[in-house]
Every structure is written in C-alpha cells, then in structure tokens.
C-alpha cells in the first residue's frame, strides 16, 4: 500500500494503486466510539468514496483494543433531549446505509470488541473478518437501552432466536460463535488478520467492477422484496449485467476456454 495521508483526528484513510481504500478509526482513547465527530467523519470518507470511478475495495479497520464501542452514553446522557437523540440515531443510520449503498464491497477487520453500534457497525458492512479473541455484543440493554438500531443489519446477519438472544441478555459473543452465526465470514490469528483480509480483497480485485457494483445493489434489493419480485428484479439485473463488456468478454472466454482478457479494475 501507498504510505497513508496525514492522519486526522478520528479516522485515517489509506488509498493504494490497486484503489483499495482503508478507513481505520483513531480514536482509541474512547474505544472508537460513534460520536458526532466520528460519524461525521465516516459519513465525509464514503461519500468521496461513492464519488470515486476508480475504488474497489474498502476495508474498516481501528486502532486499539476495540474495534468499536458503539455509541458515547456519556455524550449521550448528558444531552436528555429527544431531537438530540434523533438527530444522533438519523446520522448514525445514514452513515450505516452509506456503506450499503457504495458501488464497492467494504469489509470490516475486527481486531478487538465490536459493542452496540459497534457491532451493528460489522454487521452491516458486506464481509467481515474478526480475530481470534474479537468479542461481539449488543450491550445497551445493561444499560436499559435495546440495541434498536442495531438489530437492524444484525437481524439480517443472525439467526432471529440468535439475534434475539444478544439483544435480550447483552451478553458477548466470541469471534468462532460470530462464525458459526454468520456474523463474521472468516477468523484468523490475530497476527494473520492482515492476510486473511487480504485474501478477500484480491479475489473481489480479479472480479469486474461493473458486475460487483450491480451484484451488491441487487442483493440488498432483492432481499427485502418477495420471492417473485426478487426473482424479477434479478432478472432485469442479469440482463444488464450481461450487456456489459468485462461480461461479454468472459462469456467469449467461457466459450473458448481460456481466462478473460479483463483490464486492471475489472473492465474490458
């Protein structure tokens, strides 16, 4: 990777020549909590991301021994006020929709505890990968507080008798039990974290960009659609996807049983 540009406050951004752009929380001192600072943050990187042809792939890392804490309910109980709260919670699911809604696949690298937010953080993100010892936990019902809006990607991450049952009790998950659930796709080592992620993020760079950017669109599309519905909207979109020419080109290639001719970035 390219040496990463001066690191700001919160979050440190890393783009290599490949277009492999790395957002790593840098706010350790408060477990890279999800403050007013941090989302804003966030919310700056992924819309210059959104707005950049040549992106592949992103990777969420942090710094410390959280990956991510979730919300501040310092911050948060020192404003007892409902529009504060809102305004938090919208801001907060606009960021989480952000990641979403990007062309490229983003994959979350969780070396530490993933709480409340902090864990609706990994699940929403479209892959992850958890170290041996990554904690997992929807926790703000010790404090009285149901995880809400963490049960949002979480439910859709989770078993529903899974979900529930971290949401009920706050208890912590261990990274092998995520596995298992399907809220992580892969655990390694911590000292082979770095590798694991970079596995997934060579098979997504071999992929045409054009086919990622449709796939991912379609796959959140469909999913909250009836099977019929979604079998229609899929099929319009691997109609689209087959006009386009990196999937031309692997057709012929299927066809002449040979490897595709793609460019770097996946096009032809």
């Not at 992580?184 to 992929?207: F, H, T």
Request: glycine share 8%.
């Amino acid at each position: 990777m390219t040496a990463p540009s001066a690191p700001g406050p919160l979050l440190d951004t890393a783009r290599d020549g490949r277009g492999v752009v790395t957002l790593t929380l840098a706010d350790p001192a408060r477990l890279n909590a999800l403050g007013d600072g941090m989302l804003a943050a966030l919310q700056q990187a992924l819309d210059a991301i959104a707005q950049d042809e040549g992106a592949r792939v992103v990777v969420l890392a942090a710094q410390g021994k959280a990956f991510c804490a979730g919300h501040d309910l310092k911050d948060m109980a020192a404003h007892p006020d409902g529009a504060w709260y809102r305004r938090l919670f919208a801001q907060c699911s606009r960021m989480m929709l952000s990641i979403q809604r990007l062309p490229v696949p983003v994959i979350a690298r969780v070396q530490g505890i993933a709480t409340a937010a902090g864990c609706q953080l990994v699940a929403q993100c479209d892959l992850a990968v958890a170290a041996e010892g990554a904690r997992f936990a929807t926790s703000g019902i010790h404090y009285g507080l149901f995880c809400a809006t963490p049960s949002v990607p979480l439910v859709r991450n989770v078993p529903a008798k899974q979900a529930m049952e971290m949401l009920l009790t706050g208890d912590f998950i261990d990274a092998r039990t995520a596995l298992a659930q399907g809220l992580v796709n892969r655990v390694a080592a911590p000292e082979a974290l770095d590798a694991e992620v970079e596995s997934l993020v060579r098979s997504i760079l071999g992929k045409p960009r054009a086919a990622v950017a449709m796939g991912k669109a379609l796959f959140y599309q469909q999913r909250e659609l009836g099977v019929e519905a979604a079998y229609q909207l899929a099929g319009q979109a691997m109609a689209t996807n087959m006009l386009d020419a990196a999937a031309q080109e692997g057709a012929r290639a299927f066809a002449e049983k040979r490897v595709p001719a793609w460019k770097p970035g996946g096009t032809h």
